[in-house]
């Protein structure tokens, strides 16, 4: 079963820039529309950002839209998150997702069945 794994968490000012890395050994990511989700403490999991290789998509929520930038390299079996110009209320648990078939995607949790155990990010002001 396809597990996602998250790295790249941590503290940093409010200003500055992280790198999350999604990756699942033994399965090929870009086959799996894959995308982040976030959850801060009280609130509900919202959906960051979404990248299908196969159809060539991306998408952003407002939120995060002209800071945050989704990637999957060719030449390597991940995707990856950077995260620009944080602000404190991007501080929560970073989740990677992966989706079941190429066709299903966005930035809805239910089009998601894969998920990893998330990873913390705290944006201190």
């Known amino acids: 079963q396809l597990r996602p794994v998250e790295s790249g968490g941590g503290v940093v000012q409010a200003g500055g820039s992280l790198r999350l890395s999604c990756e699942a050994s033994?399965?090929?990511?870009?086959?799996?529309?894959i995308a982040w989700f976030r959850q801060a403490p009280g609130k509900e999991r919202e959906g960051v950002a979404y990248?299908?290789?196969?159809?060539?998509?991306?998408d952003y929520s407002d939120s995060v839209k002209g800071r945050f930038i989704i990637s999957a390299p060719s030449d390597e079996n991940a995707v990856y998150l950077q995260m620009n110009n944080l602000k404190p209320e991007d501080t929560g648990v970073y989740y990677c997702a992966a989706s079941s078939v190429p066709w299903r995607f966005g930035l809805e949790s239910s089009k998601y069945v894969y998920w990893g155990q998330g990873i913390q990010v705290t944006v201190s002001s």
């Open positions: 033994g399965f090929t990511l870009d086959y799996y529309p």
């Open positions: 990248i299908s290789i196969s159809g060539g998509t991306t």
